[in-house]
């Protein structure tokens, strides 16, 4: 079994595509384990070509500080581990 906290993040979706997938993580994911959830972040991709490249590195970095609190918080999260 899967001790820890799992977190499926989304990025780079219309907020139609943000809808479904919220719907599919509650019905299908969610019931699963409380443990397994979803952070959506904001669309990086400043549209000047092919940039959504930019939303894998920028969707961590919003969810180490949005939901996790780093940096201001490192030391509490000090042994975890993040699996990317």
């Known amino acids: 079994k899967q001790p820890g906290n799992v977190t499926r993040l989304v990025s780079g979706c219309t907020p139609e595509d943000i809808v479904a997938l919220e719907k599919y993580h ?4 969610a019931p699963l384990s409380p443990r ?8 990086f991709d400043v549209g000047k070509g092919n940039q959504k490249y930019w939303n894998k590195p920028h969707g961590i970095l919003n ?9 201001h918080n490192a030391e509490e999260h000090k ?6």
């Open 26 to 29: 509650a019905e299908r994911i």
């Open 36 to 43: 397994f959830s979803m952070h959506v972040t904001p669309d």
């Open 63 to 71: 969810w180490l500080e949005g939901k996790m609190g780093f940096p």
């Open 79 to 84: 042994d975890d581990i993040i699996i990317i």
